[in-house]
T-cell receptor, first 119, second 114 residues
Framework: AQSVAQPEDQVNVAEGNPLTVKCTYS??????LFWYVQYPNRGLQFLLK??????LVKGSYGFEAEFNKSQTSFHLKKPSALVSDSALYFC?????????????????FGKGTKLSVIP | KAGVTQTPRYLIKTRGQQVTLSCSPI?????VSWYQQTPGQGLQFLFE???????NKGNFPGRFSGRQFSNSRSEMNVSTLELGDSALYLC?????????????FGPGTRLTVT
């Protein structure tokens, strides 16, 4: 079974500084990895994904993430944090080999990391 | 293109009652999934539908059920509500195709059971 770990419940960073939100995963096959952001009283917004190819993927709002297969990690990064980036961030994994036939879109999420950007 | 819509946005029910939540996916999306979000358990997968068929189901009791209609709209039902069912219920849709497709989430329905 697949699993995702986000080791930090909360990350605090000063505005303008680089930010990193950590994620490690466990799957039996090659993973499909996703980052989502959730603002208060809102649903999840898709930020970026890794399916295959270049280990550094770029997404919305200046975010990027680096896939590291040997460390089974997919950390989210941004060179310069904004106060408006303050939100709850979720890493998620989909194992395309888990289900027979056409597969499933089911995502397994980490517990989430609350990012606070301090002015 | 309009996003995923969920109704109602907020709901208060009493223990023992049942509730039905509705989800309209993005136009053209045929796969709909439901997730439960709670502070303690985080985001947990409930079930997934495609072409009116349940394709996958999470580890929830039989009180949780769902269905999908021919226009891809989906409903989920929870019977005999318990206090622990209080949660944000999120619906997500995807276009049917490669499994690398991301899911698009609605704003959720906040269910409070008293």
């Amino acid at each position: 079974a697949q699993s995702v770990a986000q080791p930090e419940d909360q990350v605090n960073v000063a505005e303008g500084n680089p930010l990193t939100v950590k994620c490690t995963y466990s799957v039996s096959g090659n993973p499909y990895l996703f980052w989502y952001v959730q603002y208060p009283n809102r649903g999840l917004q898709f930020l970026l994904k890794y399916i295959t190819g270049d280990n550094l993927v770029k997404g919305s709002y200046g975010f990027e993430a680096e896939f590291n297969k040997s460390q089974t990690s997919f950390h989210l990064k941004k060179p310069s944090a904004l106060v408006s980036d303050s939100a709850l961030y979720f890493c998620a994994v989909r194992d395309p080999t888990t289900y027979s036939g056409a597969g499933s879109y089911q995502l397994t999420f980490g517990k989430g990391t609350k990012l606070s950007v301090i002015p | 293109k309009a996003g995923v819509t969920q109704t109602p946005r907020y709901l208060i029910k009493t223990r023992g009652q049942q509730v039905t939540l509705s989800c309209s996916p993005i136009s053209g999306h045929r796969s709909v999934s439901w997730y439960q979000q709670t502070p303690g358990q985080g985001l947990q997968f409930l079930f997934e539908y495609f072409s009116e068929t349940q394709r996958n189901k999470g580890n929830f009791p039989g009180r949780f059920s769902g269905r999908q209609f021919s226009n891809s709209r989906s409903e989920m039902n929870v019977s005999t509500l318990e206090l622990g069912d209080s949660a944000l219920y999120l619906c997500a849709s995807s276009p049917w195709g490669p499994l690398g497709n991301e899911q698009y989430f609605g704003p959720g329905t906040r269910l409070t059971v008293t």
